[in-house]
């Protein structure tokens, strides 16, 4: 019996137990921490053992304190310890409603949860063939491919219509993509251009055009909408701005101020021509403002256009800012030297500037062939800029040359 209690009590005090379960039945009871000392039974040592004391004082209750602290000895004979003594029986209490002193001391304690299992357990040859593993992502790759089926980021942009052979090519791209996650970085800015207005197929082609947008601040995103909304662009002008301009929501608020501020005052425009303007061109707030520069002064200098001549035709024809110089020179030119329109009728239809070359010049000299080539409008048979550069060939040789597609093509030939 001495050596049992004494590999309790050793094992206990070794592990620091901070407390003792008694089970029976259908309740559990914990012991108050405390702790334990040794008391070796075999001669060694004559100090008391602390829980051969508490078990004695739960199993004689009605001993005095005196009597109760001393546990009894092997020599007196009056009590022995079993194994089976460690684990109070509750069936010699059953009946009793007066709760005992065991009861009032113990506590709850929470139990910890099960460790998980260790990586170095050897488990199953049938455990072993139920784990799925996907193969290792290359550590190095020229392509997007490579990763696509091991990639959820990758695979949901593929069905979204997001063009990766488009991606892979710039610089950098690539790599920010493959350190996404759809659910935390992108899902929500998706949502975002929803609620904005961008069409649900227009997403793949807008993420292809600027993947930048999936590492803007959601909140900046936000203080750029409200700015366009504070200087009164409407809902519809803002879904049209930002689908068209991918790129409008990676500016800054005060970019976006100052490019405002650029077109109004450039052009001598109000505030409602201003808004106009970008909305129906929004590359003109994202695009670089040399090419504008240049055109403007061209238009002022080379050509000899006046301020409000350059003013209507901007403001009917946005493209007229971002157009090549040598085409804008070389149309002029032809309109003004050789086919003798004065600037006043090239003002009033400045949507010549965005017809071809080839195709005025072809369509003018067989109306010189026909001898029909009359651009003045106080002349009988004028020829409008409108009628000769919009109307289909069809058209145009019917009804204003008066002749046939056939003639037209055959004189096509010669030139």
Known sequence: MSSLCHRICYRWSSLRITG?????????????????????????????????Q??????????????????????????RFTESSI????????????????????????????????????????????????????????????????????????????????????????????????DRDIKGRL??????????????????????????????????????????FSKEAISRMVSRAPYLLNFSVERLDNRLGFYQKELGLNVQKTRDLVTRLPRLLTGSLEPVKENLKVCRIELGFRENEIQHMVTNVPKLLLASKKKVTRLFDYLHNTMGIPHHLITKFPQVFNGKFLRIKDRHLFLEHLGRAQY????????????????????????????????????????
């Open 20 to 52: 003792l379960v008694f089970s029976s039945k259908q309740e559990t009871k914990v012991l108050p921490k405390a702790s334990y000392s040794l008391r070796s039974w075999s001669g060694l040592n004559t100090h008391p053992c602390l829980l051969t």
């Open 54 to 79: 508490k078990l004695w004082r739960l199993e004689n209750p009605n001993l005095n304190s005196s009597a109760a602290d001393s546990p009894p000895s092997e020599e007196d004979g009056t009590a």
């Open 87 to 182: 684990l109070l029986n509750t069936n010699q209490n059953h009946g009793k409603t007066e709760p005992s002193r065991l009861a009032i001391d113990v506590q709850p304690m929470a139990l910890d949860d099960a460790p998980p299992p260790s990586l170095f357990e050897e488990i199953s040859e049938e455990e072993a063939l139920r784990i799925e593993a996907s193969p290792p992502l290359p550590p190095t790759s020229f392509t997007l491919r490579d990763y696509v089926d091991q990639s959820e980021t990758l695979t949901k942009l593929v069905l979204l219509g997001v063009d990766l052979s488009k991606l892979e090519a710039r610089p950098n791209v690539a790599n920010m993509l493959l350190r996404l996650d759809f």
């Open 191 to 232: 949502l975002f251009l929803k609620d904005v207005g961008v069409d649900d197929q227009l997403l793949g082609a807008f993420l292809t055009r600027n993947p930048f947008i999936l590492t803007e601040d959601i909140e900046n995103l936000q203080m750029r909408i409200q700015y366009l909304q504070s200087k009164k």
């Open 376 to 415: 003045d409008p106080t002349q009988p048979n004028y020829i409008s800029l409108d009628k000769l550069v919009a109307t289909p060939d069809y058209v145009f040789c019917v009804e204003i040359a008066k002749g046939t597609l056939l003639d037209f093509e055959a004189f096509q030939k010669t030139l």
